[in-house]
């Protein structure tokens, strides 16, 4: 586990656990640690191992340890990291966004998958299947060329625990996710999250480097300040775009 600071060490401690294969350096996660901290967080970013075969060990306990001695405010976390962050029990809200509580799969990887996930190896020789378009408009050909690959089976069985021993939901948390999602499991997600805290966004698996960033990132922005996800749907994180279609000129410190 990596952990960077970023922002004014003065303004309210924002955890953000990162997704799978997720850098601080990457230009799209980057655009999103500017606008966080241009909002007045001092943001913790979390990147995550990504070839772990224990997940409490290597991920949650780490991570909790983290959070705890720095007393962190409010939690925010991205595919993987909103599978760690919903095992970490801590008594902030949480706003998750693509949260990892399924893995999407189809056709014979149905029934490929769980025999594979059962070789007893860590070495990566599971493809991981995921393309730039699945991630977001935006995303970056060198980015992605940055992340893994491929998973291994080790890793896979890991995560299948982590999801099937997921804890309750918490009724202050806010989910965000996008109907269109093809890298996590939507309907597991629908299953554990109830209608009252779910926020549907338009865009791909990674929001912020998807084309409609601005406006899911505004909504965001909205829960973590406390705002309910029934307001937050009326506001619309997949409302439509401003008339001239244009984003908000990048913060600069």
Not at 21 to 45: C, F, I, M, Q
Not at 169 to 189: E, H, M, N, P
Not at 223 to 249: C, F, H, W
């Amino acid at each position: 586990m990596r952990v960077t600071q970023h922002g004014d060490p003065g303004d309210d401690d924002l955890l953000f656990v990162l997704g799978w294969g997720n850098k601080p350096g990457h230009r799209s996660v980057e655009w999103l640690l500017d606008r966080l901290t241009y909002e007045g967080y001092h943001v913790h970013a979390v990147e995550l191992p990504t070839n772990g075969w224990e997940f409490e060990r290597q991920y949650v306990s780490p991570v909790r340890a983290y959070a705890v001695d720095r007393d962190i405010d409010l939690v925010l976390s991205h595919s993987t990291g909103g599978l760690v962050a919903a095992h970490l029990d801590l008594a902030v809200r949480n706003v998750f966004v693509s949260p990892w509580w399924g893995t999407a799969v189809s056709g014979l990887a149905t029934l490929f998958l769980p025999l594979i996930s059962r070789l007893p190896t860590t070495k990566a020789v599971v493809p991981s299947g995921i393309s730039r378009d699945d991630l977001g408009e935006l995303k970056l050909a060198a980015e992605l060329a940055d992340a893994p690959d491929n998973a291994s089976p080790a890793f896979l069985r890991m995560i299948r625990g982590a999801q099937e021993s997921l804890p309750p939901f918490s009724s202050d948390d806010v989910v965000f996710v996008s109907l269109s999602d093809r890298v996590v499991d939507v309907r597991a997600i629908g299953d554990r999250t109830p209608a009252a805290n779910l926020v549907p966004y338009d865009g791909g698996h990674e929001f912020f480097a998807s084309e409609g960033r601005e406006r899911t990132l505004s909504t965001v922005l909205d829960a973590l300040d406390g705002a309910d996800a029934s307001s937050l749907r009326v506001n619309g994180a997949d409302a439509p775009d401003s008339a001239d279609g244009t984003e908000p000129p990048r913060p600069t410190d």
